[in-house]
């Protein structure tokens, strides 16, 4: 990481590269020692946050939009993470465009009496294209600088280091990271088109990467977030490309029957998962990282499907009808053995394993219309995180276990959604024409 310091000759330079540095030692003071929040509480209570627009530090003129987009952009961020409620700027007492940004010019006494328990002030520097952002979290209560953060970049730069500090503020009140640097591949259905479509955490800047008038289904992030697996029915039948980020072509997966529901297994440098019927009926395969089958690892008269794993690999959660109706399974990969997961319902798919192991929410369809809910991997503790709001289906997790992405109904269209893991805030991900299906939370730093 280069921490040399960048002259305003030099400032050119940073079109080429996104950089930052934290503050040194005197600024870095803290720490006001919080609890973690427990992500899964449903009762969750929110911490107050004041965020007032950020103070243009050279040429306020020029700079105002910057600044208070950037305060925006913090805003938005902290509001999405769902751990955050944000005080209403007008109801602040203090114009710190005219105070100050540092503790010193502070009356901490006219944020907490607001209901602010924690001030961030930021303040701005704009050279051409060129930013510097200073960001500053306060304990309101205690008067105590928290932490601080520098960075330097581009001006189109400034989303990414605005969520590094959202990032780093999340872990220190919750112990967990990777939401901020993460991204979303969804099904995108409009205009006779089934393309593969990316967007950040939040929804912003949908890029789409993959476009078929054929069915395109089932995309699933690599582990190492640089490729994504998915069905397709661009050659007639139901064929497994793995599409490289930032790269062409589509290399192909094909064998006799249908390849569908591809997913990669942590842990093994590449290998994946995928329902095949080489041998006549629906059952999962283990595949070499090019692609080849290793091993056969379901075997049952009634299908198997939808396969997702524990984080560290060693299970695999899959949907069998070996029961008569659709249930979930767990499958230890090492003994073989077998144990059915869910009991309630009737028809119950899509699983997906929570990053911290030990839940996994899956789609529960009754009278015809799906519910999301989370199960113990044991078992117990069945949630209902859904209801009475069209059909929602297809969880994914955050890669830090917080947030759950699905699609819904709900509005009439399938459109994505994301809500707290549990159950709570559900509100739409994104607006776009047409309809959004079937997504999948990358892990922490997808590629771009």
């Given at each position: 990481?280069?921490?040399?310091?960048?002259?305003?000759?030099?400032?050119?330079?940073?079109?080429?590269?996104?950089?930052?540095?934290?503050?040194?030692?005197?600024?870095?003071?803290?720490?006001?020692?919080?609890?973690?929040?427990?992500?899964?509480?449903?009762?969750?209570?929110?911490?107050?946050?004041?965020?007032?627009?950020?103070?243009?530090?050279?040429?306020?003129?020029?700079?105002?939009?910057?600044?208070?987009?950037?305060?925006?952009?913090?805003?938005?961020?902290?509001?999405?993470?769902?751990?955050?409620?944000?005080?209403?700027?007008?109801?602040?007492?203090?114009?710190?465009?005219?105070?100050?940004?540092?503790?010193?010019?502070?009356?901490?006494?006219?944020?907490?009496?607001?209901?602010?328990?924690?001030?961030?002030?930021?303040?701005?520097?704009?050279?051409?294209?060129?930013?510097?952002?200073?960001?500053?979290?306060?304990?309101?209560?205690?008067?105590?600088?928290?932490?601080?953060?520098?960075?330097?970049?581009?001006?189109?730069?400034?989303?990414?280091m605005i969520h590094r500090?959202?990032?780093?503020?999340?872990?220190?009140?919750?112990?967990?990271?990777?939401?901020?640097?993460?991204?979303?591949?969804?099904?995108?259905?409009h205009g006779g088109d089934?393309?593969?479509?990316?967007?950040?955490?939040?929804?912003?800047?949908?890029?789409?990467?993959?476009?078929?008038?054929?069915?395109?289904?089932?995309?699933?992030?690599?582990?190492?977030?640089?490729?994504?697996?998915?069905?397709?029915?661009?050659?007639?039948?139901?064929?497994?490309?793995?599409?490289?980020?930032?790269?062409?072509?589509?290399?192909?997966?094909?064998?006799?029957?249908?390849?569908?529901?591809?997913?990669?297994?942590?842990?093994?440098?590449?290998?994946?998962?995928?329902?095949?019927?080489?041998?006549?009926?629906?059952?999962?395969?283990?595949?070499?990282?090019?692609?080849?089958?290793?091993?056969?690892?379901?075997?049952?008269?009634?299908?198997?499907?939808?396969?997702?794993?524990?984080?560290?690999?060693?299970?695999?959660?899959?949907?069998?009808?070996?029961?008569?109706?659709?249930?979930?399974?767990?499958?230890?990969?090492?003994?073989?053995?077998?144990r059915r997961l869910t009991?309630?319902?009737?028809?119950?798919?899509?699983?997906?394993?929570?990053?911290?192991?030990?839940?996994?929410?899956?789609?529960?369809?009754?009278?015809?219309?799906?519910?999301?809910?989370?199960?113990?991997?044991?078992?117990?503790?069945?949630?209902?995180?859904?209801?009475?709001?069209?059909?929602?289906?297809?969880?994914?997790?955050?890669?830090?276990?917080?947030?759950?992405?699905?699609?819904?109904?709900?509005?009439?269209?399938?459109?994505?959604?994301?809500?707290?893991?549990?159950?709570?805030?559900?509100?739409?991900?994104?607006?776009?024409?047409?309809?959004?299906?079937?997504?999948?939370?990358?892990?922490?730093?997808?590629?771009?």
């Amino acid at each position: 990481m280069n921490k040399k310091p960048i002259c305003r000759l030099g400032l050119a330079l940073l079109a080429a590269a996104f950089l930052w540095q934290a503050w040194g030692p005197p600024l870095c003071r803290a720490q006001a020692k919080y609890d973690y929040i427990n992500i899964s509480d449903p009762f969750l209570r929110k911490i107050p946050v004041a965020v007032p627009e950020f103070r243009s530090m050279t040429e306020p003129e020029t700079e105002a939009k910057a600044s208070a987009r950037a305060a925006d952009i913090l805003t938005d961020g902290l509001t999405f993470s769902g751990y955050f409620e944000i005080i209403d700027r007008g109801a602040y007492l203090e114009d710190l465009q005219e105070k100050g940004i540092k503790g010193q010019d502070l009356n901490f006494d006219n944020w907490s009496d607001i209901g602010a328990e924690l001030l961030i002030t930021g303040g701005l520097w704009r050279y051409g294209d060129a930013v510097r952002l200073e960001l500053r979290l306060f304990d309101t209560i205690k008067g105590e600088l928290l932490f601080g953060k520098r960075y330097k970049g581009r001006i189109a730069d400034m989303r990414r280091m605005i969520h590094r500090f959202c990032s780093e503020m999340v872990e220190r009140f919750t112990g967990r990271t990777g939401l901020f640097d993460s991204r979303i591949v969804f099904i995108r259905k409009h205009g006779g088109d089934s393309s593969i479509t990316v967007c950040d955490f939040d929804g912003h800047n949908p890029e789409q990467i993959v476009s078929s008038k054929a069915i395109t289904l089932f995309p699933a992030w690599s582990p190492d977030g640089r490729r994504i697996a998915y069905t397709s029915y661009a050659r007639g039948k139901p064929e497994i490309f793995v599409k490289e980020l930032g790269a062409g072509g589509s290399p192909r997966i094909s064998y006799d029957g249908v390849n569908i529901t591809p997913t990669w297994v942590p842990g093994t440098g590449g290998k994946m998962a995928a329902t095949l019927s080489v041998s006549g009926d629906e059952e999962i395969y283990l595949l070499t990282d090019s692609g080849k089958i290793d091993k056969r690892l379901t075997d049952s008269w009634g299908i198997d499907v939808s396969p997702s794993f524990s984080p560290d690999g060693s299970e695999m959660a899959f949907v069998s009808k070996r029961s008569g109706s659709p249930q979930v399974y767990i499958q230890e990969l090492g003994s073989g053995d077998v144990r059915r997961l869910t009991y309630e319902g009737s028809y119950n798919t899509e699983p997906a394993w929570s990053p911290e192991g030990d839940r996994i929410a899956y789609s529960s369809m009754e009278n015809g219309r799906a519910d999301i809910c989370v199960i113990g991997v044991d078992g117990g503790s069945r949630q209902q995180l859904t209801r009475d709001s069209g059909s929602n289906e297809s969880p994914a997790w955050s890669p830090d276990g917080s947030l759950i992405v699905f699609s819904s109904t709900r509005s009439g269209k399938a459109k994505l959604y994301v809500m707290t893991a549990s159950g709570t805030d559900q509100r739409p991900l994104l607006d776009m024409p047409g309809e959004q299906v079937l997504p999948d939370w990358s892990p922490a730093a997808a590629a771009e």
